[in-house]
């Protein structure tokens, strides 16, 4: 079953606005991490946040990560049309250790308006 | 995308054939992975391996097989006993370690007609 959740489905904004979209996930987990994917293409690592950090950033990108409440955020500033394209948020459930695959969510979905 | 290769990037073939996705790496990690798309979803893990001549079943194995004969190789073969094949197929791979970044190919978009 997928474990993380992405809200919302969709998201349509001016260029130039922020973009907040945010993850729930069931686990526990390790890390969480976000991913891009431009249609018909492979997905683009973004970001990884670890279970001990609450807010890490990476050029426009910030996310957040609550553990008490199974949530993450991704927040992308100052929007540009290049920016269309699906996010997912993907979870490495806590299993001891190992490479035995991430958890994706359905993915939401950005439009940037020129 | 990063290292990895997918061949071919669009297959079609006819129900009840059997077809082999192709996945080739060159950043010497250790850990390869196969998901599957499918329209307006996420990824679904289908079988990962931490190391050559080993392998372990994902959420959806039923109807695929795979084989790690080489370190930079991880073919998927999706078999006639897959219900519902058309999908497209992303291969991904990482260090070995703990479940880091994903490197992921461009995919192959298969159609069983």
């Known amino acids: 079953s997928q474990q993380g959740e992405e809200d919302p489905q969709a998201l349509s904004i001016q260029e130039g606005e922020n973009a907040t979209m945010n993850c729930s996930y069931k686990?526990?987990?390790?890390?969480l991490q976000w991913y891009r994917q431009n249609s018909g293409r492979g997905l683009v690592h973004l970001i990884l946040?670890?279970?001990?950090?609450r807010e890490k950033h990476s050029g426009r990108l910030r996310v957040t990560l609550d553990t008490s409440k199974k949530s993450s955020s991704l927040l992308i500033t100052a929007s540009r049309a290049a920016d269309t394209a699906s996010y997912f948020c993907?979870?490495?459930?806590?299993?001891?250790?190992?490479?035995?695959?991430?958890?994706f969510g359905k993915g939401t979905h950005l439009i940037i308006q020129p | 995308d990063g290292g990895i290769t997918q061949s071919p990037k669009y297959l079609f073939r006819k129900e009840g054939q059997n077809v082999t996705l192709s996945c080739e790496q060159n950043?010497?990690?250790?850990?390869m992975y196969w998901y599957r798309q499918d329209p307006g979803q996420g990824l679904r893990l289908i079988y990962y391996?931490?190391?050559?001549?080993?392998?372990q079943k994902g959420d959806i194995a039923e109807g695929y097989s795979v084989s790690r004969e080489k370190k930079e190789s991880f073919p998927l073969t999706v078999t006639s006993a897959q219900k519902n094949p058309t999908a497209f197929y992303l291969c991904?791979?990482?260090?070995?370690?703990?479940?880091?970044?994903?490197?992921f190919g461009p995919g192959t978009r298969l159609t069983v007609l």
């Open positions: 950043l010497n990690h250790d850990a």
């Open positions: 391996s931490q190391i050559v001549n080993d392998f």
């Open positions: 993907a979870t490495d459930a806590y299993s001891g250790g190992g490479a035995d695959g991430l958890t």
């Open positions: 686990t526990s987990i390790n890390n």
């Open positions: 946040i670890r279970s001990n950090e």
């Open positions: 991904a791979s990482s260090p070995m370690g703990t479940n880091n970044e994903q490197f």
